[in-house]
C-alpha cells in the first residue's frame, strides 16, 4: 500500500476527496483506506460531507422554502451549518498581521438573502461553519489561497476579545458560540508560521 497517506489526511485532500477532484499527486484509494482506519479523518470527512451537500443545495438558487426544509429535515436534529467570508481591510498592519470583516453568505436556516455564488477572492478566507446540535459546539474550517492565513494561525475577535488557535489544516475548534455573531465581525489573523 501507498505509505503516503499513513499521516493523517490534509484538509484540502479530504475537499478534494468528497469533490472527486482526481490528480496525480492525488492516491483515491490511499485516501480511502486511511480514512477506514482513521476516526480522526473519518470525522473530518463526515462532517464536510454534510457541508457539502448543504452548500451544493445552497448555490442552487433562488433557494426556496422547499430547500430549506428538506436540509432542516435532513440534518436540523444533527448540525446547523454556515458559511462565512472574511473580506481584507486595509489597515496598518504588524507583520503577519491581517485585518477582515466578516460576512456571514449562507446559513442554513435563513431566508434566501445571500450571494448566488460564494467567490472567494486571493486575499479573502472562507469559513465552512458547522455546530453540532448535541453538543452546541461549533467549529470552523478556514480555507484560503494563502495558506498564511488559514494553517497555524491565531483567529481573533478583538470585539470580544478572544483567540482562538487553529491547526494545520485551519480547524478551529470554538466551543458554544453563536454563529449568527460571527457576521459583521472585525476579525484579525495572525500567522504563526
Ligand atoms: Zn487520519
Known amino acids: ?3 503516503k497517506y499513513t499521516e493523517c489526511l490534509e484538509l484540502n485532500e479530504i475537499e478534494q476527496f468528497i469533490l472527486q477532484q482526481s490528480s496525480e499527486r492525488f492516491d483515491t484509494s490511499a485516501i480511502s483506506a486511511h480514512l477506514d482506519s482513521c476516526s480522526r ?3 473530518v470527512f463526515s462532517e464536510l460531507r454534510i457541508f457539502y451537500n448543504i452548500l451544493f443545495d445552497e448555490l442552487k438558487k433562488p433557494v426556496t422554502n422547499q430547500v430549506f426544509h428538506l436540509i432542516k429535515n435532513l440534518h436540523s436534529d444533527d448540525i446547523t451549518v454556515a458559511g462565512v467570508l472574511l473580506k481584507p481591510q486595509l489597515l496598518d498592519e504588524m507583520p503577519g498581521e491581517r485585518h477582515f470583516t466578516s460576512q456571514i453568505v ?3 436556516s435563513g431566508t434566501d438573502e445571500g450571494e448566488e455564488t460564494v467567490t472567494i477572492n486571493p486575499d479573502e478566507v472562507f469559513i465552512r461553519v458547522i455546530k453540532s446540535n448535541k453538543t452546541d459546539k461549533t467549529t470552523l474550517y478556514l ?3 494563502n495558506r498564511e492565513l488559514c494553517s497555524d494561525i491565531i483567529f481573533r475577535l478583538p470585539e470580544h476579545h478572544i483567540s482562538f488557535y ?3 489544516q485551519g480547524k478551529i475548534e470554538i ?5 449568527r455573531d460571527l457576521d459583521s465581525r472585525a476579525v484579525m489573523i495572525v500567522s504563526q508560521r
Do not use: L, N, P, T
Open 175 to 179: 466551543g458554544k458560540f453563536d454563529i
Open 106 to 108: 449562507f446559513y442554513e
Open 1 to 3: 500500500m501507498d505509505s
Open 166 to 168: 487553529s491547526d494545520e
Open 143 to 145: 480555507s484560503a489561497e
Open 41 to 43: 479523518c473519518k470525522q
